[in-house]
């Protein structure tokens, strides 16, 4: 099972840009499929972005297509989430997770999340 830890997150302008980081340990990483998510007030948690352990697949939901880049860096056992062109809508706490198949990650089936980092954009 992998462990992880969000950082990066904060309080930005519309149009304003973070990097979010997700600090995994577990010596599946390198073989997992990773992804972001996010859940805002009142809503449920939703996918965001994946990719495998190659980039050679990826997927962003549709409302971020354009404006954030997955990536991933195995010497660091780190994920990233490049967000650019930020909107009052991308305001929640985002979550990074992981695992051995696309429609687990695609669905957020997991039953371990970490605690997240808060990404607030103001308009």
């Known amino acids: 099972q992998v462990q992880l830890v969000e950082s990066g997150g904060g309080l930005v302008q519309t149009g304003g840009s973070l990097r979010l980081s997700c600090e995994a340990s577990g010596a599946a990483f390198s073989a997992y499929y990773m992804g972001w998510f996010r859940q805002a007030p009142g809503k449920e948690r939703e996918f965001v972005a994946g990719m495998n352990w190659s980039g050679a697949w990826t997927q962003y939901t549709d409302s971020v297509k354009g404006r954030f880049t997955i990536s991933r860096e195995y010497a660091k056992k780190t994920v990233y989430l490049q967000m650019h062109s930020l909107k009052p809508e991308d305001t929640a706490v985002y979550y990074c997770?992981?695992?051995?198949?696309?429609?687990?990650?695609?669905?957020?089936?997991?039953?371990?999340w970490g605690l997240g980092t808060q990404v607030t954009v103001s308009s």
């Open positions: 997770n992981g695992g051995p198949q696309i429609g687990t990650l695609v669905k957020g089936d997991f039953s371990s």
